[in-house]
């Protein structure tokens, strides 16, 4: 048996301030990031990558499948990069290209935090404990399905999804640490009659029809690149040649026209919402994270919590009742891009991460630099329920029991359920310093 061929460790010059791993691969993007040993490791474009990091560099390596896999047995030649790589970078085998195309480094991050921070007090108030957080930009057909299993979920079983979406669906590529990793599959290897059934058994639960239905879709009943076509010609996929350039007798006529109208943020989000499983979130977050369309700000339960903590979305919306309707789903999201601008959906990943219950102790320490200390005058307790349908999205029903106390207090947020879309939880949304105990409890599941 040959053996798997692995590159050394390489580096390239980057702050924590423009990357950080240890935040921007656990914050709900992608699924399949394994914490091994200090190491994150991942497959990307048939090898698997391996990257730690330190306070200036990000160290990385590729580890490629044995010759008689399904790989090549020569490392692809590299594609070339938006911007040039740091010189001295080794990019032999187009590693470090795909890392730049990956972790979108052409931007600079520091330079937007200073931008939404200039045009929101609340960013700047709470991105100081949060620096690092890119978007990712991802294949669109993995960000599709994955966020298909998002429904009424949370990361840690959304992550448990992909994974048996790939070693049960997806190419075997290669051993690291005694784990075993596939890439993730292609629409024809779910397409299969028993697709549906198997991921029943697997745990899928009704998101099961959803992967398999948009599967047969895009793989039968989509134009070849359909999902390239939907994406931003700003924000090209790594493996994908310029569009002025590609093969036009692989296209049928419908893709050849499709290609021929400017692509827009909202003709791809219009596009994505035909599929089966997907609504206007889902499709934001594919958008977003798969697609390249930084204003994309996908509303979720916590979305939509910052929106009425922070920016005062909903009082006006009667005593006890507020709305989240496709209306407001719209104002919410048009309001943000407004105040951040055309990169909105990396400002929204920063107060989303935030508000995830596993970086509170994160938010913690930063907040002794710029602890928020607000005046309130109401502890809220808040049953919230989000409904989404194939058609659209349904509504969120907000019923606030509201108990006057005037505090000092530092606002803790609390996790419920990461970038769900059918949602049933009842929390308590803040913890008030010596007064009591914030409590969680489910009332409803999938």
């Not at 990793?181 to 629409?187: A, K, Y």
């Not at 697609?291 to 009425?308: C, K, Y």
């Not at 009667?318 to 407004?338: I, P, Q, W």
Request: glycine share 8%; net charge positive; hydrophobic share 35%.
């Amino acid at each position: 048996m040959a053996a798997q061929r692995v590159a050394g460790w390489r580096k390239l010059p980057l702050s924590l301030t423009e990357l950080c791993i240890d935040t921007t691969l656990k914050c709900g993007q992608s699924f399949r990031w394994h914490h091994i040993n200090n190491e994150w490791h991942c497959v990307l474009q048939g090898r698997i990558i391996s990257l730690k990091q330190d306070p200036s560099h990000l160290y990385f390596k590729a580890t490629w499948p044995e010759v008689s896999s399904l790989a090549p047995a020569t490392p692809p030649v590299s594609i070339k990069s938006e911007s040039p790589l740091p010189v001295g970078t080794e990019d032999d085998d187009g590693t470090a290209s795909l890392l730049h195309s990956y972790f979108a480094l052409s931007h600079s991050l520091t330079a937007l935090y200073k931008q939404w921070a200039a045009s929101d007090a609340n960013f700047a108030r709470r991105a100081p404990a949060f620096t690092g957080i890119r978007i990712l930009n991802q294949d669109a057909w993995e960000t599709l399905i994955s966020f298909i299993c998002s429904s009424n979920n949370n990361i840690s079983r959304i992550s448990q999804m992909v994974h048996k979406l790939c070693i049960h669906y997806g190419p075997y590529i290669g051993t690291i640490h005694g784990h075993k990793f596939h890439d993730f599959p292609r629409p024809d290897a779910l397409t299969g009659g028993g697709v549906e059934a198997h991921l029943r058994e697997l745990g899928f639960g009704y998101r099961a029809k959803y992967i398999a239905e948009t599967a047969r879709i895009v793989a039968a009943e989509r134009p070849a690149d359909w999902l390239d076509i939907l994406r931003n010609p700003a924000c090209p996929a790594y493996d994908a040649p310029d569009r002025q350039q590609q093969d036009e007798k692989k296209l049928t006529p419908a893709a050849i026209d499709s290609k021929s109208k400017p692509t827009t943020y909202k003709s791809a989000h219009e596009a994505l919402l035909e599929l089966s499983g997907v609504g206007p979130k889902v499709a934001d977050c594919v958008c977003l994270m798969g697609l390249g369309w930084g204003e994309s700000v996908p509303i979720d339960t916590h979305v939509w919590q910052i929106a009425q903590r922070d920016y005062k979305f909903g009082k006006g919306g009667g005593a006890n009742n507020k709305t989240l309707s496709k209306a407001m789903y719209d104002a919410v999201g048009d309001y943000f891009r407004e105040i951040w601008g055309p990169h909105a959906g990396w400002a929204q990943s920063v107060l989303f991460t935030a508000n995830l219950k596993s970086f509170a102790a994160q938010a913690s320490s930063g907040g002794k630099k710029g602890t928020v200390v607000t005046e309130t005058k109401t502890d809220i307790e808040t049953a919230v329920k989000v409904e989404e349908t194939k058609e659209g999205l349904g509504s969120t029903n907000v019923s606030s029991f509201a108990r006057t106390k005037t505090k000092k207090r530092k606002t803790v947020v609390k996790e419920e359920v990461a970038k769900t879309e059918d949602i049933k939880i009842e929390v308590t949304e803040v913890e008030t310093s010596g007064l009591r105990r914030s409590k969680r409890r489910k009332a409803g599941g999938s």
